[in-house]
């Protein structure tokens, strides 16, 4: 899987309930689901728990950029990402993650 991909995937099973917005605890939990590892793990420390915040932010930064979702600070309680207006489509449509990777590859980011 690229880069794309990946980020495709993780916006999709991220808001699939149907939220807007989200905390990035939550979707954290996602990509490392998606890697095979357990909430321990992520939480409490393993080898990929770093690597998976890191490709959490790279999923971020290409949402960002593909119009897709956005970072919003929350205070104290850090921060959420809110769904744009194309994320909204994107879930909305028959297959969430293969329009999100649509939009990911239309704004440039070849993987």
Do not use: N, Y
Not at 6 to 33: N, V, W, Y
Not at 85 to 95: F, I, L, T, V
């Amino acid at each position: 899987m690229d880069k794309p991909e990946i980020a495709a995937g993780l916006l999709a099973r991220a808001f699939a309930s149907g939220e807007s917005m989200t905390d990035t605890k939550k979707i954290r939990r996602h990509a490392g689901e998606m890697a095979g590892r357990s909430r321990a793990e992520l939480f409490w420390g393993s080898k990929g728990a770093t690597q998976d915040f890191v490709v959490l932010m790279e999923c971020v930064l290409l949402w960002e950029r593909a119009l897709l979702a956005v970072r919003v600070s929350a205070g104290d309680r850090g921060e959420s990402i809110l769904l744009l207006e194309r994320g909204h489509e994107a879930m909305a449509s028959a297959d969430p993650a293969a329009a999100a990777l649509a939009a990911l590859r239309e704004s440039g980011f070849a993987g």
